[in-house]
T-cell receptor, first 114, second 115 residues
Framework: ETGVTQSPTHLIKTRGQQVTLRCSSQSGHNTVSWYQQALGQGPQFIFQYYREEENGRGNFPPRFSGLQFPNYSSELNVNALELDDSALYLC?????????????FGEGSRLTVL | GENVEQHPSTLSVQEGDSAVIKCTYSDSASNYFPWYKQELGKRPQLIIDIRSNVGEKKDQRIAVTLNKTAKHFSLHITETQPEDSAVYFCAPRGYSGGGADGLTFGKGTHLIIQP
């Protein structure tokens, strides 16, 4: 069974730039969620994708967008980067359904915005 | 949206003693109550979860208790060991009505096991 993998692991950008982060979900999982974890804080829900459509969203502006592909992998795109976007971005896969709950997280992509 | 508070923010216990972390939430429609453990520089991992139709669940040294009336649930770790040192997050799931399974994480409790 393959776990959740994310790339890149680290990256540095400057204000105003755009970034794309990638995630491969765990084998057999059809749902992908993205979370932002600032230093010393708990992860914050950005959005979730199911069947290639956004299925729910947290309190993040539209410059945070995403995609899910037919193989259930996913991308997170952030436009017009701000200093406060510096954080660890976690991808988590799961199975969609009423009795499923566990999220399987990747190791994250650490973004630094200068 | 869901408001989540965890207490304490830091907990230091002697190896072998018990640790209890409490999480309060605001959404009375919440139906799923997990605890995640995150070691330094690692990914969060689920250690135990409970659903709203159950009051307590135990898995070896770890247990979770739920009080839906008071809207809080707690993580109990007995016979603590050095490998229990980590940050623990509660993450109740509210009902968004839109099908999203987004979890609302607390700010975390840093558990330190003193040798």
């Amino acid at each position: 069974e393959t776990g959740v993998t994310q790339s890149p692991t680290h990256l540095i950008k400057t204000r105003g730039q755009q970034v794309t982060l990638r995630c491969s979900s765990q084998s057999g999982h059809n749902t992908v969620s993205w979370y932002q974890q600032a230093l010393g804080q708990g992860p914050q829900f950005i959005f979730q994708y199911y069947r290639e459509e956004e299925n729910g969203r947290g309190n993040f502006p539209p410059r945070f967008s995403g995609l899910q592909f037919p193989n259930y992998s996913s991308e997170l795109n952030v436009n017009a980067l701000e200093l406060d976007d510096s954080a660890l971005y976690l991808c988590a896969s799961s199975l969609k359904g009423p009795n499923t709950g566990e999220l399987f997280f990747g190791e994250g992509s650490r973004l630094t915005v200068l | 949206g869901e408001n989540v508070e965890q207490h304490p923010s830091t907990l230091s216990v002697q190896e072998g003693d018990s640790a209890v972390i409490k999480c309060t939430y605001s959404d009375s429609a919440s139906n799923y109550f997990p605890w995640y453990k995150q070691e330094l520089g690692k990914r969060p991992q689920l250690i135990i979860d409970i659903r709203s139709n159950v009051g307590e669940k135990k898995d070896q040294r770890i247990a979770v208790t739920l009080n839906k009336t008071a809207k809080h649930f707690s993580l109990h770790i007995t016979e603590t060991q050095p490998e229990d040192s980590a940050v623990y997050f509660c993450a109740p799931r509210g009902y968004s009505g839109g099908g999203a399974d987004g979890l609302t994480f607390g700010k975390g409790t840093h558990l330190i096991i003193q040798p």
